[in-house]
C-alpha cells in the first residue's frame, strides 16, 4: 500500500534499491535527497508521478514508468562525467529519455545536462516529449557548448511547452568559448524550435553574448509568448541599460509580449 518514499542522506545499493521498488506496486511519489548511489540507477516504477533525485550516481535510466510526470534532477558530484564514461557511443539522452510519455514538468542542473551530453546530443528522441509544459534549468553555463546544445535540444522535443526557467551560472569565462556559443546559437534554425504555446520565459542574464543570443531566438520563435522576465546580474544602472536597449531591439514573434527587466 506505499504510495510515498522519501529517502535522505542514504548510501544506496542499486540492486537491492531496484528490488525494494519492485515490491511497491501502488508507489507514486519517491524523493532521493543527498542520496549516493552505488551505481547505475534503474527506475522501474509503473504507478510513478513525481520524482526528485539529489545526490551522488553514475547513470540513471527510467525503464518502466508510463506515468511519471514530474522529475527533478540534480548532481551533486561530477561522478556522472568521470573518464569512465569517455569514448561510449551510446547517448544518455536516449537512455534517460526512452521511457517518459508522460513527462509535464522537468526540472534539471548544470551537472545533469552535462551528464546528458556523455555519448553526443541525438539529432531526436524516439518520441517527442508532446506533454511537457514546464522546463527548469539551474545553473546552466552558456559557455559550455555541450550544455547549451542539450538545452536547445530539450526546447526543441518539447513542441507544447508552455512555460520555460533558466538561471545562468559560471565562475570564469572563456572568450573562446563564449564566440563558439554565440556561432552555434546564431546558426540555428528559427523552423526547428515549435514554440507556438510558450507563454512565459524568466531568465537570469550575466551580460554574455550567447545569453543575448539565446533570449533573441526564443522572442523570434515564440509566437504565443506573453511575458518574458529578465533577472540582471546587480550592477551599475548604466550597463543594465545597455542590455535593456538590446533586448527591446529584438524583433518578437508574438505581438502581445511583455519584457520585464528587472536589474
Known amino acids: 500500500m506505499l504510495v510515498r518514499l522519501h529517502f535522505v542522506n542514504v548510501v544506496i545499493a542499486h540492486e537491492m534499491f531496484g528490488n525494494f521498488i519492485s515490491n511497491c506496486p501502488l508507489l507514486?511519489?519517491?524523493?532521493?535527497a543527498s542520496c549516493?548511489?552505488?551505481?547505475?540507477?534503474?527506475i522501474n516504477a509503473p504507478t510513478l508521478k513525481y520524482f526528485l533525485l539529489h545526490g551522488i550516481f553514475k547513470s540513471i535510466c527510467f525503464s518502466r514508468t508510463p506515468l511519471l510526470a514530474e522529475i527533478s534532477v540534480s548532481l551533486c558530484s561530477l561522478d556522472a562525467?568521470?573518464?569512465?564514461?569517455?569514448?561510449?557511443?551510446d547517448s544518455n539522452f536516449v537512455k534517460?529519455?526512452?521511457?517518459?510519455?508522460?513527462?509535464?514538468?522537468?526540472?534539471?542542473?548544470?551537472?545533469?545536462?552535462?551528464f546528458l551530453a556523455v555519448g553526443g546530443v541525438p539529432k531526436s528522441l524516439p518520441s517527442?516529449?508532446?506533454?511537457?509544459?514546464?522546463?527548469?534549468?539551474?545553473?546552466?553555463?552558456?559557455?559550455?557548448?555541450?550544455?547549451?546544445?542539450?538545452?536547445?535540444?530539450?526546447?526543441?522535443?518539447?513542441?507544447?511547452?508552455?512555460?520555460?526557467e533558466i538561471r545562468y551560472f559560471t565562475n570564469t569565462l572563456n572568450p573562446v568559448n563564449l564566440e563558439a556559443v554565440t556561432k552555434l546559437l546564431q546558426a540555428q534554425d528559427?523552423?526547428?524550435?515549435?514554440?507556438?504555446?510558450?507563454?512565459?520565459?524568466?531568465?537570469?542574464?550575466?551580460?554574455?553574448?550567447?545569453?543575448?543570443?539565446?533570449?533573441?531566438?526564443?522572442?523570434?520563435?515564440?509566437t504565443a509568448l506573453k511575458k518574458m522576465e529578465i533577472l540582471h546580474e546587480p550592477g551599475s544602472c548604466e550597463?543594465?541599460?545597455e542590455v535593456l536597449k538590446k533586448l527591446t531591439r529584438f524583433p518578437r514573434a508574438s505581438p502581445l509580449a511583455e519584457l520585464i527587466f528587472l536589474n
Not at 131 to 160: A, M
Open 36 to 42: 549516493n548511489i552505488s551505481d547505475c540507477l534503474e
Open 81 to 89: 562525467n568521470s573518464k569512465q564514461h569517455e569514448g561510449r557511443e
Open 96 to 114: 534517460f529519455f526512452h521511457c517518459l510519455p508522460a513527462i509535464e514538468n522537468l526540472t534539471l542542473d548544470k551537472q545533469i545536462l552535462e
Open 128 to 164: 517527442t516529449m508532446n506533454r511537457l509544459k514546464i522546463l527548469n534549468l539551474f545553473q546552466v553555463s552558456f559557455h559550455k557548448i555541450d550544455q547549451v546544445s542539450c538545452v536547445l535540444f530539450l526546447i526543441r522535443s518539447s513542441p507544447n511547452l508552455q512555460k520555460l
Open 28 to 32: 507514486q511519489r519517491l524523493i532521493l
Open 239 to 241: 550597463k543594465a541599460f
Open 190 to 222: 528559427l523552423s526547428k524550435f515549435p514554440l507556438s504555446r510558450l507563454r512565459k520565459v524568466k531568465m537570469l542574464l550575466l551580460r554574455v553574448e550567447p545569453e543575448m543570443e539565446f533570449v533573441k531566438l526564443l522572442l523570434a520563435c515564440s
